[in-house]
C-alpha cells in the first residue's frame, strides 16, 4: 500500500479487470476506483475516443473493429489497442460493446458489470447527456471541428451500427425506451461465466468489489478505509457538449469571415 491508499501496482501485462456495463451506469466511478486500487492505466471512453487526438489512431482502430466480421480478426486489433494504449483494465464503451470477444482474449480477466437502479434511470441518464451527440442539430455545429469528424462522429455511429448487429437495438431510444439496457444486460450474463462476473452498483462500495477482485479495500495515510468514488459527471457532460456546439459555430463563423474577406477581395460581391 502506498502514501495514497493505492494497492501495489498489478504487474503489467493485458486486461485483468473489465467492466461490463453501459455508459450511463457509473463507469466513470468503475473507472476511478479501478486506477485507486492498482489498475492503471484504465481505459475509458473519455480518455481513448473523447481524448483521442490527431491522427486519430485509437479511433480509427475501433472503428475497424466494429467494420470487421471475422471475430479472430477482430479480437486480434481489439488486443492490440489495449497493448498499444497501455491498460490494465478497461470500462465503458467501446469495451463493454464487445464483451464477448474479450471474454475470449482475456481468459483470466474477471468482469464487473454495473448496473443502474433501474432501466429508467439509465434511459433519462443517457437521454440527458450522451444522446444529444447524435442530434442534428450537434452534427451540423459541429461538422468543422477535425477531432469530431475524424474520430468522435464515426466511432459513436459506428456503436450505432455495431449494437443493431450484436443485440438488435441501439443505444438511442425514447424516454420510457429500456430495450438496449435489458438485451446488454442479458448479453452480458449469458457470453460471461458466473465465477468471472461481479453485478455491481456504486452503492456497494469497495467491500463487494475488492472481494471478488481478491485486493484490500484502500486506505489513507492513517489506515483508515478509503470511500468508493462516487462520480456524478452529468453536469460536466452537459457542459462539454454545450462548448464543442459554441466551438463549432466559432468554425463555421471563421470560415463564414474568410469567405466572405475573399470574396470582397476578389470582387466577387
Not at 453501459?22 to 492503471?40: C, H, K, N, V
Not at 481524448?51 to 479511433?59: A, E, H, K
Not at 480478426?73 to 489495449?82: E, H, L, M, S
Request: hydrophobic share 35%.
Amino acid at each position: 500500500m502506498d502514501s495514497k491508499g493505492k494497492t501495489a501496482r498489478v504487474a503489467p501485462g493485458d486486461l485483468q479487470v473489465i467492466g461490463a456495463g453501459l455508459p450511463r451506469t457509473g463507469t466513470t466511478s468503475l473507472y476511478t476506483a479501478l486506477e485507486m486500487l492498482g489498475y492503471d492505466r484504465c481505459h475509458h471512453f473519455k480518455n481513448s475516443i473523447g481524448g483521442n487526438w490527431f491522427p486519430y489512431t485509437q479511433s480509427r482502430q475501433w472503428q475497424k473493429a466494429m467494420q470487421t466480421d471475422d471475430a479472430a480478426t477482430r479480437r486480434k486489433i481489439i488486443k492490440q489497442i489495449y497493448r498499444d494504449a497501455g491498460c490494465r483494465s478497461a470500462v465503458d464503451y467501446p469495451s463493454s460493446a464487445f464483451i464477448s470477444d474479450l471474454v475470449e482474449i482475456y481468459p483470466d480477466a474477471k468482469f464487473v458489470h454495473s448496473v443502474r437502479s433501474s432501466p429508467l434511470a439509465w434511459r433519462k441518464s443517457w437521454n440527458s447527456t450522451l444522446d444529444q451527440i447524435y442530434g442534428r442539430m450537434m452534427y451540423w455545429s459541429c461538422f468543422l471541428i477535425p477531432h469530431m469528424q475524424w474520430a468522435l462522429f464515426p466511432t459513436m455511429y459506428g456503436f450505432l451500427t455495431w449494437d443493431e448487429k450484436r443485440l438488435g437495438t441501439t443505444l438511442n431510444g425514447a424516454d420510457d425506451d429500456i430495450t438496449m439496457y435489458e438485451r446488454h444486460n442479458e448479453y452480458v450474463r449469458k457470453v460471461v461465466p458466473k465465477d468471472r462476473l461481479l453485478e455491481f452498483e456504486p452503492k456497494m462500495g469497495f467491500g463487494p468489489l475488492c472481494k471478488f477482485l481478491e485486493v484490500p479495500i484502500p486506505t489513507d495515510d492513517q489506515g483508515n478505509e478509503l470511500p468508493y468514488p462516487h462520480v456524478n459527471d452529468t453536469n460536466e457532460l452537459q457542459k462539454g457538449i454545450k462548448v464543442l456546439r459554441l466551438v463549432g459555430l466559432v468554425h463555421w463563423a471563421l470560415l463564414g469571415g474568410a469567405v466572405w474577406g475573399t470574396g470582397k477581395a476578389s470582387g466577387w460581391w
